[in-house]
């Protein structure tokens, strides 16, 4: 069946009212606190005399414990569990990150005990991720989805400026208190979602006629528990699979998969690009953390003029012209390799990133509005293991162009890219759509 995102509940509150202003903070939180956390991680880590492979294995596996968690969260998610899940991840978390805290003020805790910590958080970070999902599409009106997600998404690039000066500013102070703050962050967030009013279990989804036939009586020839283990297994991942039923049939979501996934991989490599030109060229950690800071506060300006600029030029041109301008700004160091400073990567990293939100805040708003409410979580599963899959590859792509082939060849395989990119979207460009079809 279908269901219209003109059908919201007209007792949902806009942007700025009381649920909403929860939501974001709860969001705001917990990223300001995860930055300030994991800018320093790497930094404990070597001090406690661990190598540099360690560094990466942690970050590596914890990336991938998020990537397979979320889709699995997303079938209780999606089935009315959502704020239970949020707040328990949340207070997981803050146990954790406290842990870690904890022990850091009683001595040299032992690598097992740290590491056990970060992948505890980051799997209930990504429980909590995978719960947040749609909630933006059951506390406002569809009209006012567009500039709630501005909103967040300015939220998140302030906390890419915010979080990691705060944590550095921290472990100065104390090797312990960046990850206390981290632990009081997600104490704020389980407070916020406790405090929200609104029913954040979305409509059900009819259930299928598997599920709800009624249990044969018992007989000689009844299934046994491990037949009955298998169909119950077959039944959760049908519906942990309706995210991507749903992602394959919509063009909406297609090009909301195919866009973010692909723009990612591009900022990403690009970026570990200008990473290695920046070191060949003998600039040193300060330049770096300039571009970055360059990068964040561009990327607040542009979620902050996302809705404003879709009001005016409307959706697909948005989304299109966006990604057009994007193409020369990307191919640019392949010029400048032999030649930039720091204040040039940092231009163009700054344009980058004030371009993009214009397309990703439209593009996002887009995909709530074509997703019923009982399938947010798990499509928006889908579209974020696409994503962070693909940027994870990204270093290690532009490690190799570099090394392989020319230090400007990231910057020529970033354009090329996104050119075949830009073509896609002017042939098949964002459309206005009817609604989100239930599957299942």
């Known amino acids: 069946m279908e269901r219209s995102a ?239 039923r749903l992602v394959r049939s919509s063009a909406p979501l297609r090009l909301v998969l195919v866009w973010s996934a692909t723009v990612n991989v591009v900022v990403v490599t690009l970026y570990f690009g200008a990473v290695f030109a920046l070191q060949r060229g003998g600039h040193g950690g300060a330049a770096l953390g300039a571009v970055l800071a360059v990068s964040g506060a561009a990327g607040l300006a542009g979620a902050l003029a996302a809705p404003r600029v879709a009001k005016r030029f409307g959706a697909s041109r948005t989304v299109t012209g966006t990604t057009w301008l994007l193409v020369p700004l990307t191919a640019a160091p392949a010029a400048l390799a032999p030649v930039a400073g720091a204040w040039a990567y940092g231009a163009l990293f700054g344009l980058v990133c004030l371009l993009m939100p214009m397309a990703s805040v439209v593009l996002q708003a887009r995909a709530l509005q074509v997703t019923a409410p009982a399938l947010q979580a798990r499509t928006g599963a889908v579209l974020a293991t696409a994503t962070t899959g693909g940027a994870s590859l990204a270093p290690v792509l532009a490690g190799v162009l570099a090394d392989r082939v020319s230090p400007a060849a990231p910057a020529v395989a970033c354009g090329v890219t996104l050119t075949l990119l830009a073509v896609h979207t002017s042939r098949r460009p964002l459309r206005d759509g009817r609604a989100a079809e239930v599957a299942g």
């Open 6 to 244: 003109s059908t919201a509940p007209p007792s949902h509150p806009r942007p700025g009212t009381r649920d909403f202003t929860l939501l974001w903070w709860a969001n705001a939180a917990d990223a300001v606190g995860t930055q300030a956390s994991g800018a320093v991680l790497p930094l404990l880590l070597l001090g406690l005399g661990h190598p540099p492979q360690v560094v990466g294995l942690v970050a590596g596996v914890s990336t991938a414990i998020g990537l397979l968690i979320g889709p699995f969260v997303a079938v209780p998610v999606d089935r009315g569990a959502r704020r239970r899940v949020m707040l328990g991840s949340a207070t997981v978390s803050a146990l954790a990150m406290g842990g870690v805290s904890l022990a850091l003020t009683t001595g040299h805790p032992p690598l097992g005990l740290v590491l056990t910590a970060v992948l505890v958080e980051r799997s209930a970070t990504a429980c909590f991720e995978a719960a947040a999902r749609g909630t933006v599409a059951l506390v406002c009106p569809a009209p006012e989805q567009p500039r709630a997600i501005a909103r967040l998404a300015a939220a998140d690039q302030g906390a890419l400026i915010v979080g990691p000066a705060l944590g550095g500013v921290l472990y100065q102070v104390a090797r312990a208190l960046p990850f206390l703050a981290d632990a009081l962050s997600y104490l704020v967030s389980a407070l916020c979602v406790r405090a929200m009013r609104a029913d954040l279990a979305a409509p059900a989804a009819p259930a299928s006629p598997t599920a709800a036939a009624p249990a044969a009586p018992a007989s000689p020839t009844a299934p046994t528990a491990r037949a009955e283990l298998r169909v119950r297994l077959g039944e959760v991942l049908r519906e942990g699979a309706a995210g991507l």
